[in-house]
């Protein structure tokens, strides 16, 4: 391209150059047409609009469902040990002729959130050589066993209960946490798409410019009343804005195909962004400001999923304790039957039956010296005060970061209205020189100087306006709000 320019000469070459202004004008024409047509079919996709759709089909946003549905089976599983058992014990030998036994025991074990397990069953004993502490025939029981130290107030089975509870709702903030951070992204790479959308117009609108004052100068030139330099100047002008269009063109390209990341169909099947979309331009221009940080960090330490998330763990682990604190009490319970003859209920049911029909005993054990049970209660104190001050150094760190966007925000809003006032001065220095060029008491150099400052105000504008909206929902995202 530079060295087209080195050899342009327009006094020795004009109708070849006609035949490639004719060629570029056509260019021109279509590069015109062609957006306009697609104008004309447009949709503007807002930024809530964009939204729902990544909520809807998003992959990473099922695959957090999934999760908290996995956690869900998890607290199927932990509730599963309350469930009813049924124990059948039979076994008979016949040996020599002779019958030595015959054992037919069903029981059914009912474990209850309590410290209490119910018992029931029958049996059927018979035989020469049967165990003497069984009782021959066919008779049944209804009976208890109680803890009454280790495991009174919590054991492994109601231990895996709570923590399967608090698990699940640990993953639900989890899931929040990550809904958050995909929406943080989404939204980030929506006002990227609009900047690039912004920039595209920006410089179709001053190529348009440039072309329409190249063909005026080279009339002008036609006519004797412009210089070479002119057409020279105007052109390479032109040649500028082509090359920052077609550039601003790609950005446009590669900021819709990211924003296409986000999207996919009901199916499963990735969404490619139809060219017809457009983003919100007049959501892009809105003011965003976030006001207080105070507001935002009262929120986010009451909903900020990832510090509910180690609350959570906390909680978990204060579990853990209450269990790990069990192993310091004696092994001491109780257990109790009521028998009855045959498998019917007990007939003359009073303090006679009672003082006759039962079997009870006592288990009791301890470990001496409690070194396992007082060395796993440590450890278990020990894993809160580290979670607690995870705790306390992420809501530290969440508090800053939510002021720091905040700060962030406020800056850049006075930033914006700075450069407004900039571009509206620049904007008044091309109108002038371009009233004092169309009367012969300017250079088209200084023309094209104008010009090009304001384009350098509107794209600094642009690049604003994105970060300015970005960081009014970098503060949502720290604060955790994002849903």
């Given at each position: 391209m530079?060295?087209?320019?080195?050899?342009?000469?327009?006094?020795?070459?004009?109708?070849?150059?006609?035949?490639?202004?004719?060629?570029?004008?056509?260019?021109?024409?279509?590069?015109?047409?062609?957006?306009?047509?697609?104008?004309?079919?447009?949709?503007?996709?807002?930024?809530?609009?964009?939204?729902?759709l990544?909520?809807?089909?998003?992959?990473?946003?099922?695959?957090a469902?999934i999760?908290?549905?996995?956690?869900?089976?998890?607290?199927?599983?932990?509730?599963?040990?309350?469930?009813?058992?049924?124990?059948?014990?039979?076994?008979?030998?016949?040996?020599?002729?002779?019958?030595?036994?015959?054992y037919?025991?069903?029981?059914?074990?009912?474990?209850?959130?309590?410290?209490?397990?119910?018992?029931?069953?029958?049996?059927?004993?018979?035989?020469?050589?049967?165990?003497?502490?069984?009782?021959?025939?066919?008779s049944?029981?209804?009976?208890?066993?109680?803890?009454?130290?280790?495991?009174?107030?919590?054991?492994?089975?109601?231990?895996?209960?709570?923590?399967?509870?608090?698990?699940?709702?640990?993953?639900?903030?989890?899931?929040?946490?990550?809904?958050?951070?995909?929406l943080?992204?989404?939204?980030?790479?929506?006002?990227?798409?609009?900047?690039?959308?912004?920039?595209?117009?920006?410089?179709?609108?001053?190529?348009?410019?440039?072309?329409?004052?190249l063909?005026?100068?080279?009339?002008?030139?036609?006519?004797?009343?412009r210089?070479?330099?002119?057409?020279?100047?105007?052109?390479?002008?032109?040649?500028?804005?082509?090359?920052?269009?077609?550039?601003?063109?790609?950005?446009?390209?590669?900021?819709?195909?990211?924003?296409?990341?986000?999207?996919?169909?009901?199916?499963?099947?990735?969404?490619?962004?139809?060219?017809?979309?457009?983003?919100?331009?007049?959501?892009?221009?809105?003011?965003?400001?976030?006001?207080?940080?105070?507001?935002?960090?009262?929120?986010?330490?009451?909903?900020?999923?990832?510090?509910?998330?180690?609350?959570?763990?906390?909680?978990?682990?204060?579990?853990?304790?209450?269990?790990?604190?069990?192993?310091?009490?004696?092994?001491?319970?109780?257990?109790?039957?009521?028998?009855?003859?045959?498998?019917?209920?007990?007939?003359?049911?009073?303090?006679?039956?009672?003082?006759?029909?039962?079997?009870?005993?006592?288990?009791?054990?301890?470990?001496?010296?409690?070194?396992?049970?007082?060395?796993?209660?440590?450890?278990a104190?020990?894993?809160?005060?580290?979670?607690?001050?995870?705790?306390?150094?992420?809501?530290?760190?969440?508090e800053?970061?939510?002021?720091?966007?905040?700060?962030?925000?406020?800056?850049?809003g006075?930033?914006?209205?700075?450069?407004?006032?900039?571009?509206?001065?620049?904007?008044?220095?091309?109108?002038?020189?371009?009233?004092?060029?169309?009367?012969?008491?300017?250079?088209?150099?200084?023309?094209n100087?104008?010009?090009?400052?304001?384009?350098?105000?509107?794209?600094?504008?642009?690049?604003?306006?994105v970060?300015?909206?970005k960081?009014?929902?970098?503060?949502d995202?720290?604060?955790?709000?994002?849903?």
């Amino acid at each position: 391209m530079i060295t087209a320019i080195h050899h342009y000469t327009p006094t020795t070459n004009y109708l070849h150059m006609l035949n490639l202004n004719t060629l570029r004008r056509l260019f021109f024409i279509l590069l015109t047409i062609v957006p306009a047509w697609v104008m004309a079919q447009q949709k503007v996709i807002t930024p809530d609009a964009f939204i729902a759709l990544i909520k809807q089909n998003h992959p990473v946003a099922k695959q957090a469902a999934i999760q908290v549905d996995k956690a869900g089976a998890e607290l199927q599983s932990a509730r599963g040990g309350f469930d009813p058992v049924l124990d059948v014990d039979a076994s008979k030998k016949t040996f020599d002729g002779k019958n030595y036994y015959t054992y037919t025991n069903p029981e059914l074990k009912i474990p209850t959130p309590l410290p209490i397990d119910v018992k029931a069953g029958l049996e059927d004993n018979a035989g020469l050589f049967t165990e003497p502490e069984l009782t021959k025939g066919k008779s049944s029981y209804l009976g208890v066993e109680l803890a009454l130290a280790k495991g009174f107030l919590i054991d492994k089975r109601r231990a895996a209960l709570k923590q399967a509870k608090i698990f699940l709702s640990q993953s639900e903030q989890e899931r929040r946490t990550i809904i958050n951070n995909i929406l943080f992204e989404a939204y980030a790479d929506y006002f990227a798409w609009a900047g690039a959308y912004q920039q595209l117009r920006v410089y179709n609108q001053f190529l348009e410019n440039s072309n329409k004052r190249l063909r005026l100068v080279r009339i002008g030139f036609n006519n004797g009343d412009r210089s070479e330099m002119d057409t020279i100047e105007a052109y390479t002008q032109w040649q500028n804005f082509q090359l920052q269009q077609a550039e601003a063109n790609l950005k446009w390209i590669n900021a819709s195909l990211q924003l296409s990341n986000y999207l996919w169909q009901e199916n499963g099947r990735p969404l490619q962004i139809p060219a017809q979309w457009m983003p919100d331009t007049v959501q892009f221009a809105l003011e965003s400001n976030v006001g207080n940080a105070d507001n935002a960090v009262t929120q986010s330490n009451a909903q900020n999923p990832v510090l509910k998330s180690y609350q959570y763990k906390i909680e978990s682990l204060q579990v853990e304790k209450r269990l790990k604190f069990q192993s310091l009490l004696p092994y001491f319970s109780v257990k109790a039957n009521l028998l009855s003859k045959e498998y019917y209920q007990p007939k003359g049911f009073g303090i006679n039956y009672l003082e006759n029909n039962y079997k009870w005993g006592v288990d009791f054990k301890i470990p001496l010296l409690l070194r396992e049970g007082r060395g796993d209660y440590r450890k278990a104190q020990l894993k809160i005060k580290e979670a607690s001050l995870e705790l306390s150094n992420k809501q530290w760190q969440v508090e800053n970061k939510i002021r720091s966007y905040a700060a962030e925000n406020a800056a850049l809003g006075q930033q914006l209205s700075t450069i407004q006032g900039v571009y509206n001065n620049y904007k008044a220095l091309l109108k002038n020189e371009e009233l004092k060029f169309s009367q012969g008491e300017s250079t088209l150099f200084l023309l094209n100087s104008r010009e090009n400052k304001v384009l350098e105000a509107v794209q600094k504008q642009i690049e604003l306006r994105v970060k300015y909206q970005k960081s009014r929902y970098a503060v949502d995202w720290a604060a955790g709000l994002l849903q």
